[in-house]
């Protein structure tokens, strides 16, 4: 059997694959909510594996295991794996998660040096702001690590840096730049790329969690490109909409699109590329949409069928999602968001279905912004919690104008490490043949044609709005 686990904003998932691909059991953990300044302790993370590998079954069959996780994560890493009241952990300090944007001077300073935009939500800023604003946890730290390099660690007892492209590294970092900035190499851990052996499960992470000992643990992938392979993105003009706490749409083309509103490295499938633009808060700006408005209780089952009853178009009421922030394709960090078009007449059905609106506006600028560089977009293919919800899916096709597919497997990180591990034990030559065997399609929503002139007035009126208010343009 194949073990795979995905570390997610307020979730750890796993699963168990036979050989052959088929699911044999999944189960996800609660991590709990962030602590003010979006940190999480890393013991969260222990307890969470710990509790699912107790509820996975049988463990001693398992014979590869690939992690991926979130990020830009940044975990400062203290001590080696050790076994504290039974949890399999390390002393480390606070984790910095993707939404902690704090290093802005420092993301300034590194993208001055490199002549080119670092976000300071990326690792690097992040590492730097570390050194000069908590020098006691940097000093003391072994290494920087990212989410689910920090559970390779444990299983492993060794530290790598999983890097998913060569081009990719100016969002990381490099040697020189580290010492430029007057950092310790040495914390910085070696690179790997995905599949490459991270090192053998350990015998107190075999004797803690069940697991046998010195099987293979295989290096995963930041959840974005394990959701690629998952999704079976791996065709030109095919879309990878990561949905959750934020949004990521990965865009798989022939060639690289050089534009500072978009990221392009190589694909998991060579020779392609991907073009990556990441929506900061959409799952969180519902999930704030919800407080707001006293439903904070509510299940988003319910709270989706709510936003239904709305008309579509919330009343001309329009919502840039920007609460923390935005990333693509505006890249401020200072940005906050906006309703536009309140009046007497809107209630908290409008204000919610708005936001949800919003969420999905924001993915048709960047898909926009992609078309307008002349690059081919077609079907969304959609992984993530809201892929759950008829409601958002069929939002996401009418708002985009695009046909969205849900994979048979929902939990496509899972499926994407799965793809990984059988390649590298010899199932399969590539992660090409292993995603075309592996990633079947569960359901499939198409643009209603009615609402195409609405939701292209309101689209006009939002990329009005953005260009006039956030970035301040004539």
């Known amino acids: 059997m194949i073990l795979t686990i995905d570390l997610g904003t307020t979730t750890l998932k796993a699963a168990l694959f036979n050989r052959d691909g088929s699911l044999h059991s999944l189960h996800h953990a609660r991590i709990g909510e962030m602590a003010p300044g979006h940190l999480v302790d890393p013991m969260r993370w222990s307890i969470a594996l710990q509790e699912l590998c107790q509820r996975l079954s049988p463990l001693s069959a398992v014979k590869a295991i690939v992690i991926s996780g979130n990020g830009p994560t940044l975990v400062p890493v203290l001590g080696e794996p050790e076994v504290r009241e039974g949890i399999l952990c390390a002393r480390t300090g606070e984790a910095r998660t993707w939404l902690d944007r704090r290093a802005v001077s420092e993301s300034a300073e590194i993208s001055a040096m490199l002549g080119t935009f670092v976000d300071s939500s990326f690792f690097l800023p992040k590492a730097l702001y570390l050194m000069r604003h908590e020098k006691e946890?940097?000093?003391?730290?072994?290494?920087?690590?990212?989410?689910?390099?920090?559970?390779?660690?444990?299983?492993?007892?060794?530290?790598r840096a999983i890097i998913h492209s060569d081009e990719a590294q100016k969002w990381y970092w490099t040697d020189d730049l580290v010492t430029r900035l007057g950092m310790d190499k040495e914390k910085f851990p070696p690179f790997c790329k995905p599949g490459d052996l991270i090192g053998p499960v350990s015998s107190?992470?075999?004797?803690?969690?069940?697991?046998?000992?010195?099987?293979?643990?295989?290096?995963?992938?930041?959840?974005?490109?394990v959701s690629i392979l998952g999704t079976g993105t791996i065709h030109v003009g095919q879309v990878c909409n990561r949905s959750g706490t934020s949004e990521g749409i990965n865009l798989c083309t022939r060639k690289p699109l050089e534009d500072p509103r978009l990221m392009t490295y190589h694909h998991p499938i060579a020779p392609y590329y991907n073009v990556s633009g990441i929506i900061s808060t959409s799952g969180k700006a519902i999930e704030w949409a919800k407080q707001l408005v006293g439903l904070?209780?509510?299940?988003?089952?319910?709270?989706?069928?709510?936003?239904?009853?709305?008309?579509?178009?919330?009343?001309?009421?329009?919502?840039?999602?920007?609460?923390?922030?935005?990333?693509?394709?505006?890249?401020?960090?200072?940005?906050?968001?906006?309703?536009?078009?309140?009046?007497l007449e809107t209630g908290t059905r409008e204000l919610l279905r708005s936001v949800?609106?919003?969420?999905?506006?924001?993915?048709?600028?960047?898909?926009?912004?992609?078309?307008?560089?002349?690059?081919?977009?077609?079907?969304?293919?959609?992984?993530?919690?809201?892929?759950?919800?008829?409601?958002?899916?069929?939002?996401k096709a009418d708002i985009t104008r695009r046909e969205v597919l849900v994979p048979s497997l929902q939990d496509a990180e899972l499926v994407g490490c799965l793809i990984i591990?059988?390649?590298?034990?010899?199932?399969?030559?590539?992660?090409?043949?292993?995603?075309?065997a592996l990633v079947k399609t569960g359901h499939c929503y198409y643009p209603n044609p009615s609402l195409e002139g609405l939701y292209g007035e309101l689209f006009a009126t939002y990329r009005d709005l953005k260009e006039r208010l956030i970035l301040k343009k004539e």
Request: hydrophobic share 40%.
């Open 421 to 436: 591990a059988l390649t590298e034990l010899g199932s399969f030559k590539n992660f090409y043949e292993a995603a075309d």
């Open 204 to 225: 107190l992470a075999a004797t803690t969690l069940g697991l046998p000992v010195g099987i293979p643990v295989f290096a995963g992938a930041p959840d974005f490109y």
């Open 137 to 159: 946890t940097y000093e003391r730290s072994l290494c920087l690590l990212s989410s689910h390099e920090y559970l390779d660690y444990l299983l492993t007892r060794e530290a």
């Open 356 to 395: 949800a609106e919003g969420t999905c506006f924001a993915m048709r600028d960047v898909i926009t912004v992609m078309e307008e560089l002349g690059s081919e977009v077609g079907q969304l293919r959609i992984t993530g919690g809201p892929s759950e919800s008829h409601f958002m899916n069929q939002l």
């Open 296 to 343: 904070g209780t509510l299940p988003f089952e319910e709270l989706y069928r709510l936003m239904e009853t709305a008309e579509p178009g919330s009343g001309s009421v329009v919502f840039l999602p920007y609460l923390s922030g935005e990333r693509a394709p505006i890249w401020k960090t200072d940005v906050r968001g906006l309703f536009s078009g309140l009046g």
